[in-house]
T-cell receptor, first 115, second 114 residues
Framework: NAGVTQTPKFRILKIGQSMTLQCTQD?????MYWYRQDPGMGLKLIYY???????DKGEVPNGYNVSRSTTEDFPLRLELAAPSQTSVYFC??????????????FGSGTRLTVV | GENVEQHPSTLSVQEGDSAVIKCTYS??????FPWYKQELGKGPQLIID?????GEKKDQRIAVTLNKTAKHFSLHITETQPEDSAVYFC?????????????FGKGTKLSVKP
């Protein structure tokens, strides 16, 4: 059981380039999330999805886009990379209420540097 | 919306001592409070959680306490070991809204010195 898998683990982008951060989960979770983690700032929610075809903005969505065509996959798209998007990105998933569990399962992260 | 404050930001203890990390939340309707441990280069991992209808929960060397009146909750680690060294995050589940997302504190870097 792989859990939540993120690729790539590391990436360096030039300003203005675009890329897609991949996230897939094999736990049949309905809900999926994208967070960014900046030093000393905790985890900030970028986008989330409550099921295939349904996405919504979190606290810091500007500069990002998402899609959810399947239960398993939730890619995060950066269209015009900016230095402010240098961060570590985490994908997470859960199915709230299942067995009383609201906790998230996180992937291992993607470290992105924009230069 | 919910706001979570976490203290201290760094904590250094000697092996065998206890460590306490405290969090406060703003929304009295929040009903679920998990704690995550993040080791270097890894994603956060759930270590313990508590619901609003419970005052304390223990799991071996770790425990969480919740004071709903004061809107604060704490993580207690007893008999600390070097492998407890990590960043710990508290969180509170937003009540209502679209679907109750977790709001995280800014983290506490715990160092356990042998």
């Amino acid at each position: 059981n792989a859990g939540v898998t993120q690729t790539p683990k590391f990436r360096i982008l030039k300003i203005g380039q675009s890329m897609t951060l991949q996230c897939t989960q094999d736990m049949n979770h309905n809900y999926m999330y994208w967070y960014r983690q900046d030093p000393g700032m905790g985890l900030k929610l970028i986008y989330y999805s409550v099921g295939a075809g349904i996405t919504d903005k979190g606290e810091v969505p500007n500069g990002y886009n998402v899609s959810r065509s399947t239960t398993e996959d939730f890619p995060l798209r950066l269209e015009l990379a900016a230095p402010s998007q240098t961060s570590v990105y985490f994908c997470a998933s859960n199915t709230p209420g299942t067995g009383g569990a609201y906790g998230y399962t996180f992937g291992s992260g993607t470290r992105l540097t924009v230069v | 919306g919910e706001n979570v404050e976490q203290h201290p930001s760094t904590l250094s203890v000697q092996e065998g001592d206890s460590a306490v990390i405290k969090c406060t939340y703003s929304d009295s309707a929040s009903n679920y409070f998990p704690w995550y441990k993040q080791e270097l280069g890894k994603g956060p991992q759930l270590i313990i959680d508590i619901r609003s209808n419970v005052g304390e929960k223990k799991d071996q060397r770790i425990a969480v306490t919740l004071n709903k009146t004061a809107k604060h909750f704490s993580l207690h680690i007893t008999e600390t070991q070097p492998e407890d060294s990590a960043v710990y995050f508290c969180a509170a589940r937003e009540y209502g809204g679209s679907q109750g997302n977790l709001i995280f504190g800014k983290g506490t870097k715990l160092s356990v010195k042998p």
